[in-house]
């Protein structure tokens, strides 16, 4: 339990509430809860104030019921992703091989993972930093590899997995000067910068993904709204069967591409596909 006076929540409050916090009194509430001294909530509050995201302070994001760790300069978890999860959990089958592609904290996935019957997990990320922080947050639960997109996943899983989860960045590289301070300054760009339009990512994925998933398997990504015809036919080019899911209450706009039930691995004969073992 915290040792600090209790009475010095409202000064908290008022700290955040000049530095432009909008949810003061929330985070006064849960900087106290994690300050053991009243000098480790001096310097909580006084990280907040200078504009650090909360969840890097605490070290901890709150998604899809559970915490999950969360390290500075590592890409936080948004709540509206939260309905990407939903809809993946809906779509998995039975003992489900899921992939988190730029996992970030790895939230995804293991959120997925503990909200369907998966039977492998598999997460990769190009932030070393990520890397670090996902592998903390999945643990026993799968695999997490370091590099771009598919280039570092075993050959194995290619054909096999029923469920790629990819938040890929999506904001326009003209946007990103646009973005709260919180985002722009202290996540990774290579979370957020989309390219021009803000779907190159989301093209690289879409056109590899074919080779990885299994036959009836799903993308899923998520684009803003104005991006969802123009992210549609990025998926029909890929070969993917595109669905539009959208949540009013989270502003949340996710794109399901799934491959047919009679695709083929690129190697052929699926009993030809190369025996590699994963490793992390």
Do not use: K
Not at 32 to 41: G, I, Q, T, V, Y
């Amino acid at each position: 339990m915290p040792v600090h006076p209790l009475s010095s929540l409202s000064s908290t409050v008022l700290a955040l509430r000049r530095a432009g916090c909008v949810f003061a009194e929330d985070e006064a509430r849960l900087l106290h809860d994690a300050a053991a001294s009243a000098d480790e909530l001096s310097s909580l509050v006084e990280r907040r104030a200078a504009g650090l995201p909360l969840e890097h302070v605490l070290g901890w994001a709150d998604f899809h019921g559970r915490r999950f760790a969360v390290d500075p300069g590592v890409f936080v978890p948004r709540r509206r992703t939260e309905f990407l999860v939903a809809r993946a959990a809906a779509l998995a089958p039975r003992r489900a091989v899921v992939l988190d592609l730029c996992c970030g904290s790895g939230a995804l996935g293991v959120a997925l993972a503990s909200a369907a019957d998966t039977a492998e997990l598999h997460a990769c990320d190009v932030e070393p930093a990520a890397v670090r922080c996902a592998r903390r947050n999945v643990g026993d639960l799968g695999h997490v590899y370091e590099g771009d997109l598919f280039a570092p996943l075993p050959v194995a899983l290619r054909g096999r997995v029923d469920v790629l989860l990819a938040n890929v960045p999506y904001v326009p590289t003209g946007d990103v000067e646009l973005l709260p301070a919180e985002a722009r300054v202290h996540e990774p760009r290579v979370a957020l910068d989309g390219g021009g339009d803000g779907l190159d990512v989301m093209r690289r994925v879409a056109a590899e993904a074919p080779r990885w998933l299994a036959p009836g398997g799903s993308l899923l990504v998520e684009a803003s709204e104005r991006q969802r015809d123009a992210a549609v036919e990025v998926l029909r080019a890929a070969g993917l069967g595109p669905r539009v899911l959208v949540s009013e209450e989270l502003y949340a706009t996710v794109l399901v591409g799934t491959a047919e039930q009679s695709a083929i691995p690129p190697w052929g004969d699926p009993a030809a596909a190369p025996n590699t073992p994963a490793q992390d």
